[in-house]
């Protein structure tokens, strides 16, 4: 079972959480005129940090653009997760009457490790891989607020709901598939004079795909008309690729000389699609 680390999401949390004790203890208890604000249209601006996880993440054969098949069988794949990794979140939007909002948020993702294992026959029990995958994101929300209870005079927290669409722009790179443990030491996957294990490097990609969100949180009031979101999220970003290309096939002789193969294949893919748990700001202006 895959866990989010407790470090990582307070590493993402505790500076917003901070933020808002600091203003909930020292700054003055909200009082009713922000409530009498809900009547009209708010603008509001966001700012916060989410921990972002992807699980089940398989690359398996793409598009054919008239190359070769990386796996060439519905039965090969390379299945691993991208690990817990850490998102920008920028937003603008408006309160609008009936306790609706709408906003237009950015997201920004940096250097997310993304670590498979391939099934390749012959070539062992272990083909550990890895990547590295940069995203940036457009999304137009919408949220609805519940009416919520106070925990204090004149302090509301508010459960909402919420979802987006818009776009997701990838780029993946450093996608390498390594052979430590073959099923024959001595045949196509030796290991090189100084232990140098075979490897393939495959192409990297990048690309631009529709993107769909869910959310579900509680905004707590905090100082006047600043709050803070704490939601949970579920994202579908379509897909990433690996560019049509060449493949580099990294491999050893039996005189230890190294010698490398290009060859050329269609793309391969996977879903992605990602849980987060966020932690933001909202001002209201």
Known sequence: MHRIGGARVWT???????????????????????????????????????????????????????????????????????????????AAGVRLPYRLRAQLEFGLARALGW?????????????PSEATLDTRQLLLAGFHDFPGWDVAPGRPVRPFLGAGLGITDYRLSGYVQRFPEPDDLRGPLRRGPGGEVP?????????????????????????????LDLSYRYTDAGGIRTDPGNIAIVRYREDGTRREIPVRINETSADYRTHALLAALRFEF
């Open 199 to 227: 490897f393939t490097a495959l192409p990297g990609g990048n690309g631009r795909n529709f993107t769909w969100m869910l959310t579900a949180g509680i905004a707590i009031a905090v100082y006047r008309s600043i709050h």
């Open 12 to 90: 993402a949390v505790l500076p917003l959480v901070a933020v808002a004790w600091v203003l909930a203890v020292h700054g003055r208890t909200a009082d009713a005129g922000v409530e009498t604000r809900g009547t009209g249209i708010v603008p509001y601006a966001g700012l916060g940090m989410a921990l972002i996880h992807s699980r089940d993440t398989r690359f398996a054969d793409g598009a054919d653009a008239g190359h070769a098949a990386l796996y060439g069988n519905e039965e090969l794949f390379d299945a691993g997760d991208l690990g817990d990794g850490l998102r920008f979140h920028l």
């Open 115 to 127: 670590r498979g294992n391939a099934n390749y026959r012959d070539s062992g029990a272990r083909q």
